[in-house]
């Protein structure tokens, strides 16, 4: 059986770009020590910097909102077009256990109706798979990672949702804690997988 799971190029990944530092940092270290003169303090000079933009590149995604691919890539529903999908099946929620202080306050700032919205694409962070995130919808508009589709039915509604996500819309599905203490588990209702516009 093959492996038909989506990954992040490796280039664009967290773990390159730190590797990258690290081997950038580690070289200009030993160059300087040569004794090059002034060619080895030049070529040591743009291994730093070149360590510092990959660097960047590792920092700035934390603090950018936005961004498509990464742990908290959305934080607010204001502002977005929100698309009701339908509720037919009860699907659990993967990984809520590593969430349980992003559900806690997801649960405390919404009232009796949770809603979440799906977001393709979305990886953990250090990850490279591709997977579609559930992010539950608070009380005041703020959003909680909580988890991930199950790979079966990631695979199902990865294209469908890309999709509404080109045109600048999120798919906004009715969940249900299953639990009220800790450890929290969450659930999303789906329906079929809607046909494009």
């Known amino acids: 059986m093959t492996d038909r799971r989506r990954r992040k190029p490796l280039w664009r990944s967290e773990l390159f770009l730190l590797a990258l530092v690290l081997l950038l940092a580690i070289v200009a270290g030993l160059v300087s020590r040569t004794e090059l003169g002034v060619v080895g303090v030049v070529l040591s000079g743009a291994l730093l910097v070149l360590a510092l933009v990959a660097a960047a590149l590792l920092v ?34 993967d990984d809520t256990r590593h969430r349980q202080t992003s559900l806690d306050a997801a649960l405390a700032r919404s009232g009796a109706d949770l809603s979440a919205v799906l977001t393709p694409d979305a990886t953990r962070w ?14 005041d508009g703020e959003i909680h990672r909580v988890g991930f589709l199950p790979r079966d039915v990631d695979a199902q509604w990865s294209e469908r949702l890309r999709e509404l996500a080109a045109h600048g819309a999120v798919a906004r599905v009715r969940a249900v804690a299953r639990t009220t203490t800790r450890p929290y588990a969450v659930d999303v209702f789906l329906g079929p997988v809607p046909a494009a516009d």
């Open 60 to 93: 700035v995604p934390l603090v950018r909102r936005g961004r498509p691919d990464a742990e908290s890539a959305r934080v607010t529903v204001a502002g977005v077009d929100l698309v009701d999908l339908p509720a037919e099946l009860r699907v659990p929620v």
């Open 126 to 139: 250090l990850g490279r798979e591709l997977r579609v995130a559930v992010d539950l919808i608070a009380g």
